[in-house]
């Protein structure tokens, strides 16, 4: 009796892993053997089965995926990608309002990578955490919205716009006039600045915190019952950074670009 593609793929980890590592490109059994840590007599049973399904070819001594098993491959990866990004966090995930990401976004949240969340301990509820600020120092492009006022925004966006950074802030019209009223001098500083933009919504961001930049991707999102619990999550992934700007922008459509006080 034959066993099904779902079976063959799903039901041994060596295979799975045989055709990730030959999505990247043909390997030789000795290249096979290195990359995933295996022996050459435990791993061609699996090769022949994989043959048997016409997953994968063999060309003299180098295996490569068929045109079938490089579509189910490409196919498994989101799946992959995005259980990944689930089961590194699952308590996280699963108690967030996820409701105010774009659903063909949400379902594309493999894309986050390697992410971690950052929750910090109690003598340090209020700082803003050192990946982030570090990382921000080093950015050379910054796309960041922010849904609520943090005391230490105004002077770390402020010292962002003496930088060479470009800087695009969309801000909420509460955000806005706390920043008049508590940072004027801060709120100058950005306003004056060539190459920042700081944009206020005319709708409310349902998300405290998106930061975006060509480094790295930060994400806060309110709990399930609407609260903000200090969590947030990092990427550095390239397909995070893209995922990131295009939450961003989704989020920046409504916004009016702001040039005095």
């Not at 105010?100 to 509820?125: Q, S, T």
Request: glycine fraction near 4%; aromatic fraction near 8%; charged fraction near 30%.
């Amino acid at each position: 009796m034959s066993s099904s593609l779902c079976d063959t793929i799903w039901l041994s980890e060596k295979r799975k892993n045989l055709l990730l590592l030959l999505m990247e490109g043909p390997r030789d059994i000795e290249q096979i053997k290195t990359s995933l840590n295996v022996t050459a007599k435990a791993m061609m049973p699996q090769i022949k089965i994989l043959k048997k399904q016409e997953l994968i070819l063999q060309k003299g001594d180098v295996y490569e995926l068929s045109e079938i098993g490089k579509l189910v491959v490409g196919n498994m990866l989101p799946l992959l990608n995005t259980l990944e990004v689930i089961e590194e966090n699952k308590e996280y995930w699963a108690s967030r309002d996820t409701s105010v990401i774009p659903r063909d976004m949400f379902m594309r949240l493999g894309e986050l990578g390697e992410c971690m969340v950052m929750e910090p301990d109690l003598n340090h509820l209020f700082d803003l955490p050192r990946e982030f600020t570090e990382n921000l120092a080093k950015s050379g492009c910054i796309l960041s919205s922010l849904s609520y006022y943090h005391p230490l925004y105004p002077s770390l966006y402020s010292k962002l716009a003496k930088s060479e950074a470009e800087v695009e802030l969309v801000i909420t019209e509460s955000v806005f006039e706390r920043l008049k009223d508590d940072s004027p001098e801060e709120l100058r500083s950005l306003l004056n600045s060539e190459k920042t933009v700081v944009g206020v919504c005319a709708e409310g961001l349902n998300i405290p915190t998106i930061a975006v930049t060509d480094r790295f991707m930060y994400l806060c999102l309110f709990d399930r019952q609407g609260k903000y619990d200090h969590r947030k999550v990092m990427s550095f992934d390239a397909s995070a950074l893209h995922w990131g700007k295009e939450l961003f922008m989704h989020y920046r459509k409504s916004f009016r670009e702001v040039k005095d006080f």
